[in-house]
């Protein structure tokens, strides 16, 4: 009575897909906040962060 259908995995693959260049160090980088002055390091810096992983990332000036 009734077919069972066979259970696929391909959300996992699904997952990961597109992060692949991020993981090999090529993120998306997207300027979030320009020539901020940080306390921390007392200089200005610029806030990026990846469109794909969302990392973010500090460049000083
Ligand atoms: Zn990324």
């Known amino acids: 009575m009734g077919d069972v259908l066979p259970f696929k ?3 996992l693959k699904e ?4 992060s692949s260049l991020c993981r090999d ?3 998306k980088w997207k300027v979030v906040t320009k020539q901020q002055f940080d306390v921390k390091q007392g200089k200005l810096v610029t806030k990026s962060q990846c469109l794909r992983c969302g990392k973010t990332k500090t460049e000083l000036l």
């Open 15 to 18: 997952k990961h897909k597109g």
């Open 9 to 11: 995995k391909k959300s």
């Open 25 to 27: 160090g090529f993120h």
